[in-house]
């Protein structure tokens, strides 16, 4: 199987690359990227490897996306600019890359033959709906550009499956963690800065009184399914939307106290204003991933973000 990986270079896709490298199903991996938010550090152990190549392209240049669609069989596409607070500083860009981007991906994916598509949605899309755990089946109403950007993947995806005899799979990812995510900038994610103040001795900052709850979901189990939604049997030319999670809910509160268990910090977190666009409580059904793609969410988050903290060690994280 040859498959291509764009975003590949970023967190979640790298990860997904690497392992990809040691399957024996794999015959080549090839990676899009145009290093935007990802980094060639997060591929340089794979760089060299005989199965592997790096393009660094950008997926809203349609012509880009041809070429490394040559010879694929199938897409795995992760590029796309995360973060919600970055989406309502830049819509434009956000939709850019995140819409025209995708339908670039999906157009050059028709235009190659390439007859399996898989995806990064998010559970973003669940927006104000206040019903848990969710369920693929219903969705609230959308709550950031992000998440309006994310809802346009999933409708262009089911119209794309019917028309053009494609089996796409999309994945709704609740706030995945996990080694190679970039713990600087200003969006970084919670639980790499957590992990940063905790390393550095320092207090992090909670937004809002830290009650608003997550279902924090190790990276290997979205490698995991990644690797099920590219390999395994799924009756054709259909869209399908999953739950990509742990099933477990944890408060900031809560992940505070098991970082700071993890790393020794006794730093107390300071509380924020709570952030325009967030969603309150996410909580994921996982049971139709379990079903149709045999999706096992062993990674736990505890273990994991023990594993994750080892990580951090490793890299120079700027004070
Ligand atoms: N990390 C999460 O918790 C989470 C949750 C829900 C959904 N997602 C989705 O999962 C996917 C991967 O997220 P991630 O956390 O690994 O983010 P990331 O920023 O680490 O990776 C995204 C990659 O896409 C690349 N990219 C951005 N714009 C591009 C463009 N125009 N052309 C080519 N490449 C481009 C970046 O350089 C980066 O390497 C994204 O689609 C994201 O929206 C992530």
């Not at 369920?135 to 993947?153: C, D, F, H, I, Q």
């Not at 119209?159 to 999309?170: F, L």
């Not at 996410?282 to 149709?292: E, R, Y």
Request: net charge neutral.
């Amino acid at each position: 199987m040859k498959i291509l990986i764009t975003g590949g270079a970023g967190f979640i896709g790298s990860n997904i690359a690497e392992s990809l490298l040691n399957d024996k199903r794999t015959s080549l991996v090839r990676v899009l990227d145009n290093l935007e938010t990802g980094h060639l550090s997060n591929i340089e152990s794979i760089i060299n490897h005989p199965k592997f190549e790096f393009i660094n392209g950008d997926i809203r240049k349609i012509d880009e996306c041809n070429k490394a669609c040559i010879d694929i069989d199938v897409i795995c596409h992760q590029a796309a600019l995360g973060s919600v607070p970055r989406s309502i500083a830049n819509p434009l860009a956000t939709h850019q890359t995140n819409v025209n981007g995708f339908i670039n991906m999906l157009e050059s994916a028709r235009q190659n033959n390439i007859k399996r598509f898989v995806y990064a949605s998010s559970s973003s899309v669940y927006g104000d709906l206040q019903e848990s755990p969710k369920v693929e089946s219903r969705v609230g109403k959308v709550l950031s550009p992000y998440a309006s950007t994310k809802m346009t993947n999933e409708l262009y995806a089911e119209s794309y499956s019917k028309c053009y005899e494609m089996t796409i799979i999309g994945f709704r990812y609740f706030n995945v963690f996990g080694p190679k995510q970039d713990p600087e900038g200003p969006y970084a994610a919670v639980i790499p800065l957590f992990i940063k103040a905790a390393l550095q001795g320092k207090s992090p900052i909670i937004n809002g009184d830290g009650t608003i709850t997550r279902d924090f979901t190790p990276v290997d189990n979205v490698v995991q399914i990644n690797t099920n939604a590219i390999f395994n049997e799924l009756e054709p030319n259909k869209h399908y939307v999953f739950n990509v999670a742990c099933g477990q809910t944890t408060s900031l509160n809560k992940l505070w106290q098991i970082i700071k268990n993890i790393t020794g910090s006794k730093a107390d977190a300071i509380h924020g204003p709570n952030r325009k666009g967030d969603i309150l409580h996410s909580l994921a059904d996982v049971n139709l991933a379990k079903k149709h793609l045999d999706y096992k969410p062993e990674f736990l988050l505890e273990p994991f973000l023990s594993k994750t903290v080892e990580w951090y060690k490793t890299i120079c994280i700027k004070s």
